[in-house]
């Protein structure tokens, strides 16, 4: 089944550069800045469950797989794929 969700908004102090952003199906938020960092979030008006340090280089996308387990970072060079669910099957 297709769940609709409401998109809620949060302003933040920091410019985090954020460049690119994906949804998973229960809708967290996984999003790429242009420092190369990658963010995870359960809800948009929160703080950041996770924070990958960048490499310096742009996130140009970021995808994730249905279930949330992976995510994707493409940078013009490399790729950045992390088992966010880990063992545990939480983040």
């Avoid at 954020?18 to 199906?25: M, S, V």
């Avoid at 970021?62 to 490399?78: E, I």
């Amino acid at each position: 089944s297709t769940k609709n969700k409401l998109a809620d908004h949060k302003m933040y102090k920091t410019n985090y550069q954020f460049g690119c952003i994906t949804t998973n199906e229960d809708g967290n938020l996984a999003v790429g800045s242009q420092k190369g960092e990658l963010r995870l979030y359960s809800d948009a008006s929160k703080i950041a469950k996770v924070a990958f340090p960048g490499l310096g280089d742009l996130i140009k996308g970021v995808d994730t797989t249905a279930d949330g387990k992976w995510v994707l970072g493409t940078c013009k060079n490399y790729l950045l794929l992390y088992n966010v669910l880990g063992r545990s099957g939480k983040t």
